[in-house]
């Protein structure tokens, strides 16, 4: 009874992982790390279902329900790894998920907002970080007055920096100039981080800061603040598109990896 139900379960993973794979690629023309791993494991999952009784062995007695043993040994090392795949993503979703929607600023603290960049288009937030900005803005209506980084260089395919456009965002809906902060060199999370740091200590702003940024990206923003000496380092999240959560949610995973393994010690 157990090993259908495992199976029903693993096919119903590896559906869920092609869908939000395909969603992105199809529906918005995206294609990244986590996308690619998405699909990977859905495939993988699905083929290894297909052929787990494959390859049967013509001199054994129950051919050909029995296969070969070659293929007894790989078809559970290969299982093992993708559950283990599978462990190991929802162990870390659920550091995520804590560092994202766990770790709101208190009500009554002095803090610093500091709202990370993300693409621009013609000039304007994109999608996603309009999100980011809202997010912001939710904050700054309970907390009027209170001080916000806004972090982001100028790409190659970008007419101004993610900061000018955040800065004319939040402008447009009333927050006065007076507090927004605009950091305009910064070209990926660690240095968002980094340049907006020693932007806050400059203006002798408070060191308590709230990242803002989506809840996939609250767990890197946030350690990579605490490691530019901000402190105590809070999150605010915010909420994408639901069909590319998924797909950036994973390829989190290796953005955490590379923060903690390859750049622990960095400063």
């Excluded at 090993?3 to 096919?11: D, G, N, V």
């Excluded at 791993?37 to 051919?63: E, K, M, Q, S």
């Excluded at 980084?149 to 800065?167: F, K, L, R």
């Amino acid at each position: 009874m157990l090993k259908p139900i495992l199976m029903i379960l693993a096919a119903l993973s590896a559906v869920a992982a092609l869908f939000f794979g395909l969603v992105p690629l199809v529906g918005y023309r995206i294609f990244h790390v986590g996308v690619l791993l998405l699909l990977l494991y859905g495939i993988g999952v699905l083929l290894l279902l297909l052929f787990w009784d494959a390859f049967p062995d013509p001199l054994y007695p129950g051919y050909p329900r029995e296969s070969e043993r070659w293929w007894q040994i790989l078809r559970r090392v290969l299982a093992a790894l993708l559950a283990l795949m599978l462990l190991a993503g929802a162990v870390l979703s659920a550091v995520m998920a804590r560092a994202a929607w766990g770790n709101p600023p208190p009500e009554e603290a002095r803090v610093t907002l500091v709202v990370l960049g993300c693409q621009v288009r013609d000039g304007r937030p994109s999608r996603m970080l309009r999100g980011r900005l809202d997010a912001a803005l939710a904050w700054l209506e309970e907390h009027p007055g209170a001080p916000v980084v806004v972090s982001g260089g100028q790409g190659p395919d970008e007419a101004v920096s993610e900061a000018a456009a955040m800065t004319e965002y939040l402008l447009e809906r009333g927050i006065p100039g007076e507090s927004i902060y605009r950091e305009d060199r910064s070209t990926g999370t660690r240095e968002n981080l980094e340049y907006s740091a020693r932007l806050i200590r400059e203006e002798g702003l408070p060191e308590a800061a709230a990242v803002v940024t989506d809840g996939f990206h609250q767990l890197r923003g946030q350690i990579y603040a605490g490691r530019a000496g901000l402190s105590p380092v809070y999150g605010i999240p915010s909420q994408g598109p639901w069909g590319l959560a998924p797909g950036y949610w994973v390829r989190e995973f290796a953005g955490i990896a590379k923060a903690v393994l390859l750049e622990g010690g960095r400063k």
